[in-house]
C-alpha cells in the first residue's frame, strides 16, 4: 500500500525555520513526482513546491515561497523534504505532500494519485 507521513511541522516564530520531512513507503519515490501543498483555514488547498522524477523536468516554487523555501530528496531515505525559512504568519497552513506517478510535478491537486495526512505549521510571534 502506498503510504506518505509527514512530519516536522509546529511552532515558529516569524523569520525562524522548518524542515519538513515526507516518508514514503509502498513505492519506489525516486520515480515519482512529489508536490508539497498547503491550506490554510477557509482556503483551497494550494501547491507550494514539487520535484519531478530525474527525467520529467524541474522543480517548481510558488511565488509566495520562492528564495524561501527548497525541497530535497534523499532516495536512499525514500523521504522528500521542504526546507522553510524566513517564515511568515502566511505561511501557516496544514502542509501535505503528494506523489504524483506519472514522475511529473505539477500544482494541480488532481493530478497526485496519494497524499500524507498533513502537518501543521504555525508561524506566530
Known amino acids: 500500500q502506498v503510504q506518505l507521513v509527514e512530519s516536522g511541522g509546529g511552532l515558529v516564530q516569524p523569520g525562524g525555520s522548518l524542515r519538513l520531512s515526507c516518508a514514503a513507503s509502498?513505492?519506489?519515490?525516486?520515480?515519482?513526482?512529489i508536490g508539497w501543498f498547503r491550506q490554510a483555514p477557509g482556503k483551497e488547498r494550494e501547491g507550494v513546491s514539487c520535484?519531478?522524477?530525474?527525467?520529467?523536468?524541474?522543480?517548481y516554487y510558488a511565488d509566495s515561497v520562492k528564495g524561501r523555501f527548497t525541497i530535497s530528496r534523499d532516495n536512499a531515505k525514500n523521504t522528500v523534504y521542504l526546507q522553510m525559512n524566513s517564515l511568515k504568519p502566511e505561511d501557516t497552513a496544514v502542509y501535505y505532500c503528494?506523489?504524483?506517478?506519472?514522475?511529473?510535478?505539477?500544482?494541480?491537486?488532481?493530478?497526485?494519485?496519494?497524499w500524507g495526512q498533513g502537518t501543521q505549521v504555525t508561524v506566530s510571534s
Open positions: 509502498g513505492f519506489t519515490l525516486d520515480s515519482y513526482g
Open positions: 503528494a506523489a504524483d506517478a506519472s514522475g511529473y510535478c505539477s500544482t494541480y491537486v488532481s493530478t497526485y494519485d496519494d
Open positions: 520535484m519531478p522524477s530525474s527525467s520529467h523536468g524541474k522543480t
